[in-house]
Each structure stands twice: as structure tokens, then as C-alpha cells.
């Protein structure tokens, strides 16, 4: 029996899995090198949310609005009004807070909401939809 064409074939595949396990190789070491870029610039993303939200904790709230519950949300929630350029719904604020998008925490975050509607802070102009008031 001659199994030289099997031979050659098996010589044929294993040439080809050794082409795919290089290129695969080289896209590895091309990712790595870019999750190493990557990482640095996501770690300083974070720092600087950290930052931010402890510094929006510490901003006076505007002189005649009235005292605020006794929660380290709501300061949080009026700077996100701050920086808003239109009405932001629960689900919004939830994201900009950072809170997991759980419906707990949407609900949570929009009965706030509705407390400082009550308190004259915010507007709901439509059903969900809150403003900050002037």
C-alpha cells in the first residue's frame, strides 16, 4: 500500500495549521499591545469619575433652592441637572450617577426625582421626564 498521498496531505494540513497558528500568534501579540493602551486610558477614566463625583458631593446648592434629604444622591442628581442640556428621565440619571441600570435603582433614582419636583427643584415635564427649575 502506498500512503504517500496521505502523507502529503497530512504535510498539506499541518503547513496550513501552522500558517494559522503564526498569523493567530501575531494578532495576539497586536491585541495585547493594544488592551495595554487601552487599559491606562480606562484606569484614568475612572479616577477622573471618581473625582468628579466626589467634587459634585461638595457644590453648594443654589441659594434659593431648599434644604435637600439627608442622602448623598441628591447633590449628585442636581449636578447632573447642571450639566444637562434637556429634560433626562430616571434611567438617565441612574447612568450619569453610575448606578447599575437595575429597576430597583431606576425606581430608586425617580422617586428622588419626584421628591425634588415636591420640593420645587425639579420640573417634570413630561410623564418621566424631569428639568431642573429655574
Excluded: W
Excluded at 499541518?14 to 495595554?36: G, H, K, M, S, Y
Excluded at 466626589?54 to 447632573?80: G, K, M, N, T, W
Excluded at 421628591?115 to 417634570?124: F, P, Q, S, W
Aim: proline share 7%; with cysteine.
Amino acid at each position: 500500500m502506498n500512503i504517500q498521498p496521505l502523507l502529503d496531505t497530512l504535510g498539506i494540513q499541518a503547513d496550513a495549521a501552522r500558517a494559522l497558528a503564526v498569523d493567530l500568534r501575531t494578532q495576539i501579540t497586536e491585541l495585547q499591545a493594544r488592551l495595554r493602551e487601552a487599559e491606562p486610558h480606562l484606569e484614568h477614566l475612572a479616577i477622573t469619575r471618581k473625582t468628579v463625583t466626589a467634587l459634585s458631593e461638595r457644590l453648594p446648592v443654589h441659594p434659593d433652592s431648599p434644604d435637600l434629604p439627608e442622602h448623598p444622591d441628591y447633590p449628585r442628581i442636581l449636578a447632573v441637572f447642571n450639566e444637562a442640556t434637556g429634560p433626562l428621565r430616571a434611567r438617565d440619571v441612574c447612568e450619569a450617577l453610575d448606578h447599575e441600570l437595575l429597576p430597583k435603582n431606576i425606581e430608586g433614582t425617580r422617586a428622588k426625582l419626584k421628591r425634588l419636583v415636591k420640593l420645587d427643584v425639579l420640573a417634570e415635564v413630561d410623564a418621566g421626564s424631569f428639568t431642573r427649575n429655574h
